[in-house]
């Protein structure tokens, strides 16, 4: 018999692969944050540099932004299916303010011209808070 903690934790490997890049993300935030996610659909025959893009991609987006944390969600085949996501882009800021000021800033251009170095795949941007 599968016990709640074995099932939790089969069900994490099943769904993706999570890199947090701040040890403040794990503890999780005291007052809600303002959310920039960035979602990079699977597309059959698309191309994604994972190396390039943890390397290169997201240290450029954070020190651009100035956002507090980001946590990246790769996504894995769930057996037979390939997964929906290629990647998740979760960035935390600490304030609404301090997310539209990162977006205001003029070197966001160059984060935006960056994609191609990496991907062929038009992300999704959604703006939201988490708790």
């Known amino acids: 018999m599968l016990n709640r903690r074995d099932f939790g934790r089969g069900m994490a490997a099943s769904v993706g692969a999570v890199t947090i890049l701040s040890p403040e993300a794990a503890l999780g935030a005291s007052a809600p944050m303002a959310s920039l996610n960035v979602l990079y659909p699977s597309k059959e025959g698309a191309r994604f540099d994972l190396a390039y ?21 790769e996504g894995v085949a769930m057996g037979s299916a390939p997964p929906a996501y290629v990647m998740i882009a979760h960035f935390q800021f600490a304030s609404p303010e301090a997310l539209r000021a990162g977006l205001a800033n003029p070197a966001i251009a160059d984060v935006r011209a960056d994609i191609a170095k990496f991907t062929d795949i038009k992300p999704t941007v959604m703006q939201g808070r988490s708790a």
């Open 53 to 73: 893009y943890r390397a290169t991609h997201i240290p450029l987006a954070m020190k651009v932004m100035g956002a507090a944390n980001v946590i990246l969600i």
